[in-house]
């Protein structure tokens, strides 16, 4: 993974409201199929599982699967009942953890 | 009702001439490209000597969902090598201990209308200098580093982010610094001039069948205001060298070195072509 991933989301919101959430990050996606110039097969790394809490509790979760392209694009609504914190986290085969985290201020 | 009448028609222009057929599907889209509230100049009058009327960017020739990720800066894939250029910048390397910044401090300013007028002319070299070769001759020259190896990501990336600071500004060349007008005219001939096994030139595509389709794809006018370009065919961002390396690959043809005279040559008439089209670095195609 080269960049921090991406998330777009509103600063503020009114409480019930619904806001939409865009999610983007930077990953090869290796599916395990392809073979290399030596006829070897490249092992498969892809990021198996997207979730995203909001204040600890989880909104949306993902089990990703090879037919993903790489550079995993998510994009979903969700409610914001009160001021909080949206954490992403995205799990990679090799078992690296990639996270980020935004704050939504509810009026 | 839609499905009727384009069923009827395609039916009618099967009964016609397939050419017909093909015209009609792959026309550049009739459309407008606003990046980040920055309105793109994607359709303007050529200048004065070209082949054409009205200069199209490849953008318009893509799929509506295509052109939807171009439009929106977040949802680009090809922003993340112009980040991974930003962070470059201040990446110190070499023997001088000194990196980007230490001389452009301020790239969003310093670099603003870089990428929209290379190549221009390299007196030192006696050749054309576009933005790939200028990284390196800085790194050589200023940083006591070792220039990049062609298509090396960090290349690339630097090259997106210089380029994106011009985002929106016409391609403009000043052809009259040293002898770049000779070069201009040895890239004309090379653009014209067939090769390769299936005996193609660049114009047999881009001139005369740009709107067409070649197989399933839409030639385009073979623009190249938007390079690097992010292509979702590769899933990373391709060069423009790459690109003109794939180009006569495809004709069958022994594929010139990146850099070489022959494809600065045609680098600076390909630019020119593009004349008054905005810098979309880093565009998003197939």
């Given at each position: 993974?080269?960049?921090?991933?991406?998330?777009?989301?509103?600063?503020?919101?009114?409480?019930?409201?619904?806001?939409?959430?865009?999610?983007?990050?930077?990953?090869?996606m290796e599916s395990g199929q392809r073979?290399?110039?030596?006829?070897?097969?490249?092992p498969r790394q892809i990021i198996n599982?997207?979730?995203?809490?909001?204040?600890?509790?989880?909104?949306?979760?993902?089990d990703i699967e090879p037919a993903i392209s790489s550079?995993?694009?998510?994009?979903?609504?969700?409610?914001?009942?009160?001021?909080?914190?949206?954490?992403?986290?995205?799990?990679?085969d090799?078992?690296?953890?990639?996270?980020?985290?935004?704050?939504?201020?509810?009026? | 009702?839609?499905?009727?009448?384009?069923?009827?028609?395609?039916?009618?222009?099967?009964?016609?001439?397939?050419?017909?057929?093909?015209?009609?599907?792959?026309?550049?889209?009739?459309?407008?490209?606003?990046?980040?509230?920055?309105?793109?100049?994607?359709?303007?009058?050529?200048?004065?000597?070209?082949?054409?009327?009205?200069?199209?960017?490849?953008?318009?020739?893509?799929?509506?969902?295509?052109?939807?990720?171009?439009?929106?800066?977040?949802?680009?894939?090809?922003?993340?090598?112009?980040?991974?250029?930003?962070?470059?910048?201040?990446?110190?390397?070499?023997?001088?201990?000194?990196?980007?910044?230490?001389?452009?401090?301020?790239?969003?300013?310093?670099?603003?209308?870089?990428?929209?007028?290379?190549?221009?002319?390299?007196?030192?070299?006696?050749?054309?200098?576009?933005?790939?070769?200028?990284?390196?001759?800085?790194?050589?020259?200023?940083?006591?580093?070792?220039?990049?190896?062609?298509?090396?990501?960090?290349?690339?990336?630097?090259?997106?982010?210089?380029?994106?600071?011009?985002?929106?500004?016409?391609?403009?060349?000043?052809?009259?610094?040293?002898?770049?007008?000779?070069?201009?005219?040895?890239?004309?001939?090379?653009?014209?001039?067939?090769?390769?096994?299936?005996?193609?030139?660049?114009?047999?595509?881009?001139?005369?069948?740009?709107?067409?389709?070649?197989?399933?794809?839409?030639?385009?006018?073979?623009?190249?205001?938007?390079?690097?370009?992010?292509?979702?065919?590769?899933?990373?961002?391709?060069?423009?060298?790459?690109?003109?390396?794939?180009?006569?690959?495809?004709?069958?043809?022994?594929?010139?070195?990146?850099?070489?005279?022959?494809?600065?040559?045609?680098?600076?008439?390909?630019?020119?072509?593009?004349?008054?089209?905005?810098?979309?670095?880093?565009?998003?195609?197939?």
């Amino acid at each position: 993974m080269a960049s921090k991933p991406r998330v777009k989301l509103p600063k503020s919101a009114s409480a019930g409201e619904i806001i939409t959430i865009k999610t983007l990050i930077s990953h090869e996606m290796e599916s395990g199929q392809r073979k290399d110039k030596n006829g070897e097969v490249i092992p498969r790394q892809i990021i198996n599982k997207f979730t995203v809490t909001f204040n600890d509790k989880t909104v949306f979760e993902a089990d990703i699967e090879p037919a993903i392209s790489s550079n995993p694009y998510f994009e979903f609504a969700v409610k914001v009942p009160e001021s909080g914190t949206f954490k992403f986290t995205w799990v990679d085969d090799d078992g690296s953890v990639y996270e980020t985290e935004e704050a939504i201020e509810v009026a | 009702m839609t499905k009727k009448v384009i069923l009827a028609a395609s039916v009618l222009a099967l009964f016609s001439s397939p050419v017909m057929l093909t015209k009609a599907t792959a026309d550049p889209a009739d459309a407008t490209l606003t990046i980040d509230g920055k309105e793109m100049t994607v359709k303007t009058a050529a200048p004065e000597g070209h082949p054409f009327d009205t200069l199209y960017s490849g953008w318009l020739y893509r799929e509506p969902e295509t052109r939807a990720l171009e439009e929106d800066s977040f949802e680009n894939p090809g922003m993340f090598g112009v980040e991974q250029g930003a962070e470059l910048w201040s990446v110190v390397e070499g023997t001088a201990g000194k990196s980007c910044e230490s001389c452009h401090a301020e790239p969003e300013v310093d670099m603003k209308g870089v990428g929209a007028s290379f190549p221009k002319w390299d007196a030192d070299a006696k050749r054309p200098i576009n933005i790939e070769l200028q990284i390196d001759k800085c790194r050589e020259e200023n940083m006591g580093a070792e220039p990049y190896k062609f298509d090396a990501a960090e290349q690339k990336a630097l090259t997106a982010f210089i380029k994106h600071q011009s985002l929106g500004m016409p391609v403009k060349l000043d052809l009259s610094q040293g002898e770049l007008q000779t070069w201009w005219d040895r890239g004309k001939e090379l653009y014209y001039t067939r090769t390769g096994q299936l005996n193609l030139s660049c114009s047999n595509c881009h001139e005369d069948h740009n709107g067409q389709m070649i197989r399933a794809d839409h030639l385009s006018q073979g623009q190249v205001n938007g390079f690097p370009t992010y292509r979702l065919k590769q899933s990373k961002l391709i060069s423009l060298h790459n690109r003109f390396r794939g180009c006569v690959r495809d004709t069958r043809a022994e594929i010139p070195k990146a850099f070489s005279d022959d494809l600065m040559a045609l680098e600076t008439y390909v630019t020119w072509r593009g004349t008054g089209l905005s810098v979309e670095t880093p565009a998003v195609r197939q």
